[in-house]
Structures are given as C-alpha cells and as structure tokens.
C-alpha cells in the first residue's frame, strides 16, 4: 500500500480571500490557528465570498507571529492579532447559519471598501463564539470558524491529478481551498475516509465537500470559466451536489506538519 503523505497545509484567515501555505499549524477544534477568523460583510451584514465577488481573489494574505497582512495590488494593511474590537455585536450570516461577529475597525473596513467598490465591514468571530458543526454531522459536538460549514477539508494530490487529466488546461489546487493536501493513494479515496490520524492529529471524515461556482475562479486574475465544475458534474455528481474533498473534524488539538504520515484506521 502507498505511504500517505502530508503534503500540504493551507490556511484562509478571511473568509474568501487567497489562501497562506505553511509548513506547520496549530489544530483547534473550529479549524487550524487563525484559519477564516476574519470576514468581509456587506450592508446588509451577509458574508461576501468570490462566488459573487470574483475581485476578492486578487488580494493576498501573509502572517508572522504578530500579525495578518493582506496586500491588494500596491496596497496593502496589516493586521496586528491582538487587535482591539468595536464592541458592538454583528448578527451576521454564513448562509443558513447567523454568527455573533464584531467590526475590527472603521480603518480596515473602509480599507476593503474602496479596494472592492462595495460598502463593506471587517469583522472578526472571536474564539469563544458559538458556532456548532451541522448536528447531523459532529463527532463531538464540534464548534467551527467562519468556514462554509466544517473546521478543516482534506483533498488527494491525485484526485486532483484525475480531474486534470480530464481538463483540456489543469487547475491547481487553490481553486479547491483545502486545509491538508495528501500524496499517495488513490484518486477519491479520501470520500471514504472515516477514521484516521495525520501526525499526532486524530480526525474523522464526516461530509464529502459539494463544491460551487467558486472553483470556476482563477485564483491569479479574479476570471471565471466553466472549468473544473462542467467536467467535475459529469463524474463526480451525487444528486444535486458535486463532490471534491472530505470534510473533516478533528478528535485532537496538536501541532501538525507538512510531512506528516496519514495512517487510516
């Protein structure tokens, strides 16, 4: 049997916006360390994602210890994680959930306002707020972050292989926005993944990832296509839904890191 590899580590500190590559990170119980913490809300305080707003790919995010920076084109903001609050609670929602968020600051809202044209807060969903994973789905009565609906999404390196070998032009990985990226194994085999560990880290796959016009983003120029989603239907249907990746909960709360041996049980 192929060893099983972990290859890759991803974070999206805000919701929709481009993803930051690391070489380790911390497991949290709602997602990894510092991964979708952060969002964009419109006026009437509805999450905003590329799927509507193509633009929000073009910014580019990147942490230190002490801080989140995001770069669009020759601007750019940073974001200091010990940052302060305006203390007026949001009800905002992640499509059928509502979230207790709170504005950063007018500065950085206004920021991402003028950079997109839209009127728009950022907001920040603090560690202690409730946010329960789907009850038809939770191992352990599960919190997540500001994510679609699970805390972490796991995708085979040769799922992706499969899927490119169907494309007239490949697609990376980014379009697909995982937390963990394997090597090893077979195309799909991560949709059968129910128990195993990655590190130290015990997870559970609990929900195949339906996936939306969001992959059909060029996560370089902000165009959208047809590709992948037109050729991902005609295989990868189930239903209504057509599905690329595992959803994940994890059981602990360790450091992991790229490199890591995935053992399922």
């Not at 497991?27 to 419109?42: A, S, T």
């Not at 200091?80 to 959930?97: A, K, Q, R």
């Not at 189930?238 to 059981?251: D, P, S, T, W, Y």
Request: with cysteine; proline share 4%; aromatic share 10%.
């Amino acid at each position: 049997m192929n060893t099983l590899t972990l290859s890759e580590i991803w974070i999206y500190p805000v919701k929709s916006l481009g993803g930051i590559r690391l070489s380790s990170a911390k497991v949290l119980e709602k997602g990894l360390k510092y991964d979708r913490r952060w969002m964009l809300i419109d006026e009437q305080n509805q999450f905003m994602t590329q799927r509507v707003h193509h633009q929000m790919a073009l910014f580019r995010e990147s942490i230190d210890e002490e801080k989140l920076t995001i770069k669009f084109k020759h601007d750019s903001i940073a974001i200091p994680f010990n940052h302060s609050l305006i203390e007026v609670p949001l009800e905002s929602t992640i499509w059928d959930d509502t979230v207790i968020t709170f504005e950063v600051s007018k500065e950085y809202s206004n920021w991402f306002s003028e950079r997109l044209g839209i009127k728009c807060k950022f907001v920040a969903f603090p560690e202690s707020n409730s946010r329960p994973v789907d009850e038809r789905y939770k191992v352990n009565n599960e919190q997540v972050s500001l994510a679609d609906a699970y805390p972490f999404l796991i995708i085979g390196q040769s799922s992706l292989d499969d899927l490119n070998s169907r494309l007239a032009e490949p697609v990376p990985m980014n379009r697909f926005r995982p937390n963990f990226v394997f090597i090893g194994g077979q195309p799909f085999e991560e949709d059968e993944w129910r128990d195993f560990t990655i590190g130290n880290n015990r997870f559970t796959g609990v929900k195949k990832c339906a996936r939306c016009v969001l992959t059909t983003v060029n996560q370089d120029t902000g165009e959208t296509g047809k590709e992948p989603l037109r050729t991902l239907s005609k295989y990868r249907r189930q239903g209504e839904k057509v599905l690329f990746g595992q959803n994940l909960v994890a059981i602990d709360h360790h450091e992991i890191y790229e490199g890591d041996t995935i053992t399922l049980h």
